[in-house]
């Protein structure tokens, strides 16, 4: 066969045709998967929009789309706040969940009890997010009900609705489902104070709400962190498992991770969660012990630190991450690493945090899986997984291409003149210049064990197909440091 196919073989007459073809190389310089944030949760009740994904590139837009008052908003706040770092450029798409039957607002409520002496500030939490109520002297229930619903008003992503209820002020949550019985409400008051607060915590958030048809619609897209925004119990760990199970199958190798967050004190509590699924690395709980944040914007805030890193360099561990624009839960809540209450979490499948330096910092970023008797286990830290991400990523740019697809495929040691024949030893080639390429960014470690134990062949029975053993050792990081200091005294004269 000519080596040229710019012209066919038959043609005679004079000419000059150049033909221009892209030949894939692998580079100096690693590839990664690219980073893509899926945030599957529940809009403002009231807001009309389609329950199909939707890619996102503005909180203005989210908010106009699903509303102020609902998780999805509060969780992409966490990745694109107004002010702060956010995750930038990387892809944001929501999917959001319908409430299908039975759906409910939780709803709460606020009481003043006493008589102002002097002006006053009081701050109404909902939550982290917070409005301010001044009161002038002498000032009672009536006119705090009235300052609370005129300042909630102003405040367009306070997650309540706050009405004059006559005797108290209803605050409604402003989205259907369970998970609005996890706002909190709390009053910040002043020193001087002379109200005291009743306040009945929003309950009764009910509805039917089914993250399948999401799962479903992430379609042959490589999403890799997921913002989990609905209730945080074993039915939904188990929908994201199986759903991420199907897709690290060989055809389709596309895994992603899911992110929840808890606020609980208890490192007990929290690992009983994880503890229960040993097996399992797709979900991954984060902690922010006696935070006042919702669970998803504990998760979101996560997911920002944790696909700010992976997306520029992916072995990268993410201990000393910042979580900013969190409530850090104060020192009084935070784990200890000298009790042991670290190790506790973490061979439990936990993550941690931690206060350092007046900053709350990601610590031990992990999934949930550690199955008895595997040690270490395969799956246990977050960015081992981005590493095989990586791999898989790069292997699948060597051997699913349209240069590829279809090639003869000759063995090694024939003498071929078709420039569109593959040897398997030219497969090879390409895996130990990818192995070269990893073992330079970290990812890999042991290029020359890579090398020596990969297999490329044609397969016995079948002649059209080639059999691939891709073998390698992924690198370590920098968690665990043993050191050992050992001293005497200098005694004149030595």
């Known amino acids: 066969m000519a080596v040229s196919q710019a012209f066919g073989p038959t043609r005679v007459a004079r000419g000059v045709a150049i033909e221009t073809d892209y030949v894939p190389t692998v ?114 229930n009536a006119d705090f009900i009235a300052a609370y619903v005129a300042a909630a008003a102003l405040v367009p992503d306070y997650p309540l609705t706050v009405t004059d209820g006559t005797t108290v002020a209803t605050c409604t949550v402003g989205w259907e489902g369970a998970t609005g019985s996890l706002v909190d409400i709390s009053v910040e008051s002043p020193d001087d104070a002379d109200l005291t607060f009743t306040i009945v915590q929003p309950t009764g958030g009910a509805g039917t709400l089914d993250i399948d048809d999401a799962l479903e619609q992430f379609g042959d897209t490589w999403y890799s962190h997921v913002v989990n925004c609905e209730i945080a119990d074993e039915t939904n760990y188990n929908k994201y498992s ?79 991450q910042q979580l900013t624009l969190l409530d850090d839960g104060g020192a009084e809540n935070q784990w200890s690493e000298a009790d042991g209450e670290f190790q506790y979490a973490v061979i439990r499948g936990l993550s941690t945090t931690k206060i350092k330096n007046g900053v709350l910092r990601v610590a031990d970023s992990v999934m949930m899986y550690h199955p008895d008797g595997e040690d270490p286990p395969a799956y246990r830290y977050d960015c081992d997984i981005e590493k095989i991400s990586a791999m898989i990523y790069n292997i699948d740019l060597i051997f699913n291409n349209d240069d590829v697809d279809g090639s003869p495929l000759p063995p090694d040691d024939a003498v071929v003149t078709n420039p569109s024949a593959r040897k398997p030893m030219s497969y090879k080639s390409k895996l130990f210049q990818l192995y070269d390429v990893m073992e330079r960014d970290a990812i890999i470690a042991d290029a020359d064990y890579a090398k020596e134990n990969t297999i490329v062949e044609i397969s016995g029975s079948n002649p059209k197909r080639l059999d691939v053993l891709a073998v390698y050792k992924l690198a370590g990081n920098a968690n665990v440091i043993s050191v050992t200091q050992n001293f005497s005294f200098y005694y004149g004269g030595e």
Not at 123 to 132: F, K, M, P, T
Not at 244 to 271: C, D, I
Not at 301 to 308: D, E, Y
């Open 27 to 140: 580079g100096t310089s690693a590839k990664y998967r690219p980073v893509r944030i899926a945030v599957v949760g529940v809009g403002q009740e009231g807001k009309t929009y389609a329950f199909t994904k939707r890619d996102i590139t503005t909180l203005a837009e989210v908010a106009d789309v699903y509303g102020y008052k609902c998780p999805i908003y509060q969780a992409v706040k966490m990745l694109k706040p107004p002010i702060g770092v956010s995750v930038g450029d990387i892809p944001i798409t929501v999917f959001p969940v319908e409430v299908t039957a039975l759906g409910a607002k939780a709803a709460g409520s606020v009481a003043a009890v006493g008589t102002t002496t002097s002006t006053q500030t009081y701050i109404i939490r909902a939550g982290n997010s917070a409005v301010e109520v001044t009161l002038a002297s002498g000032k009672a």
């Open 242 to 320: 199986v759903a991420n199970e199907a897709r690290w199958e060989p055809g389709v190798y596309k895994p992603f991770k899911v992110y929840h967050g808890t606020a609980v004190t208890s490192v007990a509590t929290a690992a009983a969660i994880t503890d229960a699924r040993k097996s399992d690395r797709t979900n991954s709980l984060k902690p922010v012990p006696g935070s006042l944040n919702l669970p998803w914007e504990i998760a979101a805030r996560h997911v920002q630190a944790l696909a700010n890193v992976a997306n520029v360099n992916a072995p990268r561990d993410y201990g000393s």
